[in-house]
């Protein structure tokens, strides 16, 4: 009897589960993660939701229209020309990353897979321009495209060769695209050589394939940097004819005056497309930036 009371007590605690323990460190890092994103995401409501109000709501206390006024996204359209603007930044954008694509794979792939004197030197000399501030590099890009301007058979300032040309290709991307290419196993071109391969076919049928997610980062970063400009814009052009949205925008900040509800219209026409970009790339843009590594 004795043993088959104390099998009786001992069962009810055989039948709970331990409790779990709480891990506090993750909880404090969701924290500040959820704490993080709603400070980041709280501006981009806030002007959406001032965006459709009317001038009255706007400039008073509202947090919410009554009744969303979806015509002001179709008046700052229209008022600020956003068409023309608009169309010229995704010309510029296009132009610009293509050749991001071209000439930083090429130089990455040769910092990465070919030997040949001065290669470290001439990294090392190319990392050295990151610490650089962007309005630095505006004195030379401007007097280099002066003089292509006066030697070429065709217009650089007020079109887009002043506006791309300059910037189809980075120090960053190019770092981005050689540690990614370092990471690709170099049995992969032993293979190639096996089969007759030079480095060009190894680059665009082994390498680039390989790359998908580091090309896209590429994409992404100078899409942004290409969407945002403003100032060289502006300092190679005179004429609206291939000024980009950023342009249209401040302008149109000027114009609108006190009309905050058309400026926050505006402004979210001017960034929906960047958020929309990278919404479609965030999968490989992560993945891009977790396995490169940025480690020499």
Do not use: C
Not at 74 to 81: I, R
């Amino acid at each position: 009897m004795a043993n088959i009371s104390t099998t009786n007590q001992a069962s009810p605690a055989r039948l709970h589960p331990k409790t779990q323990r709480v891990d506090i460190g993750k909880v404090v890092i969701y924290f500040v993660l959820i704490f993080g994103a709603v400070l980041a995401i709280t501006p981009f409501l806030f002007s959406v939701s001032v965006s459709l109000m009317n001038l009255t709501e706007a400039t008073g206390r509202a947090i919410l229209p009554k009744v969303p006024q979806w015509s002001n996204y179709v008046d700052a359209w229209e008022d600020a020309n956003f068409g023309l603007y608009f169309g010229n930044s995704v010309k510029l954008a296009l132009i610009t990353v293509s050749g991001q694509l071209v000439f930083s794979t090429l130089a990455a792939y040769a910092f990465a897979r070919i030997e040949f004197p001065g290669k470290n030197f001439l990294f090392a000399l190319l990392l050295s321009t990151l610490i650089l501030p962007e309005a630095v590099t505006w004195v030379p890009n401007f007097i280099t495209v002066s003089w292509l301007d006066r030697i070429s058979p065709f217009r650089w300032f007020n079109n887009w060769p002043a506006l791309t040309i300059p910037f189809m290709s980075s120090a960053f991307s190019i770092l981005l695209l050689r540690q990614f290419f370092q990471q690709i196993p170099n049995e992969l071109w032993d293979s190639a050589q096996i089969d007759g391969a030079g480095h060009l076919r190894y680059l665009l049928q082994v390498v680039v394939p390989l790359s998908k997610a580091a090309l896209v980062s590429v994409i992404l970063f100078n899409f942004i940097g290409s969407w945002n400009a403003l100032a060289w814009p502006i300092l190679v052009t005179q004429t609206p004819d291939w000024r980009p949205i950023s342009y249209g925008l401040l302008a149109f900040l000027d114009e609108a005056g006190s009309q905050a509800h058309l400026r926050m219209a505006g402004a979210v026409i001017t960034v929906l497309p960047l958020i929309v970009v990278y919404f479609f790339t965030q999968k490989q843009f992560t993945e891009g930036i977790a396995t490169s590594g940025l480690k020499g």
